[in-house]
């Protein structure tokens, strides 16, 4: 199993992105799904997470510019990336709750995706 993100790259600032994350391999069900972003010198945060039932929150810095969804048959997230911001600069991840064929649940990172917002 694993998971990996794709779309990042440099924005000038008020641009968007798109950022998306498919998880593959044997897998029996994905659950919760979340993107988390990492800036330099700072610690990995949660910027939005989505159950498998569609309940979503945000952290506060992101609410009204980024919207997150997912597509449950593909077992892909998305990160809607807009009025993008300097201070949005950082290494996205992915994250999955997955229940793998076999096994029992388990949580899963990608490997990041670059985003640098910058004139």
């Known amino acids: 199993v694993q998971v990996v993100e794709s779309g990042g790259g440099l924005v000038q600032p008020g641009g968007s992105l798109r950022l998306s994350c498919v998880a593959s391999g044997s897998i029996f069900k994905v659950y919760d799904m979340a993107w988390y972003r990492q800036a330099p010198g700072k610690q990995r945060a949660l910027v939005a997470g989505?159950?498998?039932?569609?309940?979503?929150n945000y952290a506060d810095s992101v609410k009204g510019r980024f919207t997150i969804s997912r597509d449950n048959a593909e077992k892909t997230v998305y990160l809607q990336m807009n009025g993008l911001k300097p201070e949005d600069t950082a290494v996205y991840y992915c994250?999955?709750?997955?229940?793998?064929?076999?096994?029992?649940?388990?949580?899963?990172w990608g490997q990041g995706t670059q985003v640098t917002v910058s004139s």
């Open positions: 994250n999955a709750d997955i229940i793998p064929l076999p096994g029992s649940r388990l949580n899963y």
């Open positions: 989505i159950t498998r039932e569609g309940e979503i």
